[in-house]
């Protein structure tokens, strides 16, 4: 549900790669953003922000959307609204840079929680993100933008000696 619409609009994210915006008074649709181009895996929304809707998606991209404005989705995804893209920085091709889970500090809502097709959670301070188009090129440059990294101490070391994914799927 988006935050102070009187529960009156709701948001999805699906396999179809969409979000969308639905009108729960209408039943309509009222906006739809194509801008992914993996599945949507975790919306988020946050109150400080009410009019403002992040993704995170298997194309390795969180992205954020603004209710207030209009947009149209190139056909090729080449939107500018990814806050952070994990082939930028994560490098290890597509199997690595999925994002699995994403969620937003209640209590310091410029913080992010990103959880990719790895043990780790990263930590992003909002403040010092921007919008941007979404990478083509592989990188595995260091992230200035992610604060912190964490791991449970157990599975980040198995994790060096096994080809097997441990992703994180859930951070809160």
Not at 78 to 89: E, G, Q, S
Request: aromatic share 8%; proline share 7%.
């Amino acid at each position: 549900f988006l935050p102070f619409t009187g529960d009156h609009f709701i948001v999805s994210g699906a396999e179809d790669r969409e979000v969308r915006l639905h009108d729960l008074t209408t039943f309509q649709t009222s906006q739809i953003w194509s801008c992914c181009r993996g599945r949507v895996k975790r919306l988020a929304v946050s109150p400080q922000s009410p009019h403002l809707i992040w993704s995170a998606s298997e194309d390795g991209c969180i992205r954020q959307y603004d209710t207030r404005e209009i947009h149209t989705c190139s056909p090729e995804g080449r939107c500018r609204n990814v806050l952070i893209d994990l082939k930028r920085t994560c490098g290890a091709g597509p199997n690595y840079t999925q994002c699995k889970c994403l969620s937003i500090n209640p209590v310091r809502t410029e913080q992010f929680a990103v959880g990719a097709l790895d043990p780790y959670v990263r930590l992003y301070d909002n403040r010092i993100l921007s919008l941007s188009y979404p990478s083509n090129e592989l990188s595995s440059s260091p992230d200035p933008s992610c604060v912190a990294h964490f791991a449970p101490g157990h599975i980040s070391q198995s994790y060096r000696k096994h080809t097997r994914s441990m992703p994180n799927t859930i951070a809160s």
